[in-house]
């Protein structure tokens, strides 16, 4: 799907046009075979590097061609299974041309939504340069609000372990530590393209364009810190959690084996008396109240291993 997009000069109002017209923008969202051949043909913009912009594996990278430069970052989109949100990359591909700035993506992302609906101030479609690097700020910041729900649900996640510790609770951490894999991935990838953009002298610099620019890296580097952080407190969280578990079982095992020779203490009693041998050779056979003091002493005998398994600590 094809929509242009264009704010003229003195007007700040984005009106949504018919056909591409030039110092416009042109968002292509999961587009057809034939867009792509168009746009091909029309802009002189390679078929591989458009596809590569609808690639979920393609990395992020920066390539200045005669007719076009080609910058491709890696963004965050929330994907939904099994009613509940996850979150993963995807590769956006940007476009400049002489006249035109098109970006490519499989999904419709808020980063671009912003600019359709007026969130993005001093945006203005002729400012080719400011343009890419706000896209390129708005993708930064919308990492670190995708970092922070993650650290949300990461504590609610924790607060239901401490309680219950659930398979499916467990795997949920699993998920979204995968999260935070993807976003160090991408992240690493998009920092490579912010630097060689700095130095890159295809595009034209303003003063405030390579102020922006310095914003986009800060905000990118202080989304990798993030992070890191995450990451490495969901690790030591599942890890804590996996020594709890282990240790809760260690412990039920040490009771029921404990329980368990209790019980045999009585059991092997009694199976001495039951054995078919002459009564004469067995204490208390013949007195008539043999069965409660053998009751007795079988009882005094698991006391006696209570005690001691007590002392032990294996009760």
């Avoid at 802009?43 to 591989?48: E, F, L």
């Avoid at 400012?127 to 708005?138: A, D, G, H, P, S």
């Avoid at 922006?212 to 989304?223: H, P, R, S, T, W």
Wanted: hydrophobic share 40%; proline share 2%.
């Amino acid at each position: 799907m094809l929509r242009v997009f264009k704010n003229y000069e003195g007007h700040k109002e984005l009106e949504e046009l018919n056909q591409i017209e030039r110092e416009s923008w042109v968002m292509v969202t999961n587009p057809t075979v034939s867009e792509l051949s168009d746009i091909s043909e029309k802009y002189q913009i390679d078929m591989a590097d458009l596809k590569a912009a609808l690639d979920p594996e393609e990395r992020s990278r920066l390539e200045n061609e005669d007719d076009y430069t080609m910058i491709l970052v890696n963004i965050p989109v929330v994907e939904e299974e099994d009613g509940k949100k996850w979150y993963e990359t995807i590769p956006l591909g940007i476009f400049i041309t002489n006249k035109i700035v098109f970006t490519v993506c499989l999904e419709e992302t808020n980063i671009l939504k912003q600019f359709i609906d007026g969130l993005v101030p001093n945006f203005y479609t002729y400012m080719k340069t400011r343009f890419v690097y706000q896209i390129l700020y708005n993708n930064a910041t919308l990492f670190l609000y995708y970092l922070r729900v993650i650290e949300q649900r990461a504590n609610q996640v924790e607060e239901i372990l401490h309680e219950t510790a659930k398979n499916s609770d467990l795997i949920q951490l699993y998920n979204l530590e995968k999260c935070l894999v993807y976003f160090t991935t991408s992240l690493k990838s998009n920092e490579v393209v912010l630097e060689k953009l700095r130095k890159h002298i295809g595009l034209r610099h303003y003063e405030e364009d390579q102020e922006l620019l310095e914003d986009v890296i800060i905000e990118n580097k202080q989304a990798m810190e993030m992070t890191y952080i995450y990451h490495n407190i969901l690790r030591s969280t599942m890890s804590l959690f996996g020594s709890i578990i282990d240790n809760n079982l260690n412990q039920v095992m040490k009771f029921l084996a404990a329980v368990t020779i209790i019980v045999e203490l009585p059991t092997m009693i009694s199976g001495f008396y039951g054995m078919n041998v002459n009564t004469k050779g067995m204490p208390f056979a013949t007195n008539s109240c043999g069965f409660l003091i053998i009751a007795f002493c079988s009882l005094i005998v698991c006391l006696i291993a209570v005690f001691i398994l007590k002392k032990k600590d294996l009760l």
